[in-house]
């Protein structure tokens, strides 16, 4: 998929890099505390272990973790006008020495 990852139209601030570093580093270390409870949901969704109260509320499933997607997307375009790769200004390029493996992402 050869998709852009800039999204400064949808950008409500402007941040130099030093700012994007460290908002990044931060909003980074919050998210994978989420990442790792929506596992374990997950993990005990899987394994029929939620109880009964949490079963039919659809956290830890795909379509929540799709949900969270889209509002990490939404959330990184807003604050750093980057729809993934919030620590570096303009595209992301990704080099290989193998000239059997495709980059153009």
């Not at 409500?12 to 700012?19: F, G, M, R």
């Not at 908002?23 to 949901?41: F, I, M, N, P, V």
């Not at 109260?53 to 949900?67: A, C, L, M, T, V």
Request: hydrophobic residues 35%; negative net charge; aromatic residues 8%.
């Amino acid at each position: 998929m050869n998709r852009s990852d800039i999204a400064t139209g949808a950008a409500v601030i402007t941040l130099n890099l030093l700012q994007r570093e460290a908002l990044a580093d931060l909003l980074q270390q919050e998210r994978k505390h989420a990442t790792r409870w929506w596992s374990l949901l997950n993990e005990m969704r899987f394994r029929g272990e939620l109880p009964d109260w949490i079963k039919n509320q659809n956290i830890g499933s795909h379509p929540s973790y799709e949900r969270m997607e889209e509002d990490r997307i939404a959330f990184n375009s807003a604050l750093f006008g980057k729809r993934i790769h919030i620590h570096h200004e303009g595209e992301v390029t990704y080099e290989s020495t193998d000239p059997n493996i495709h980059t153009d992402y």
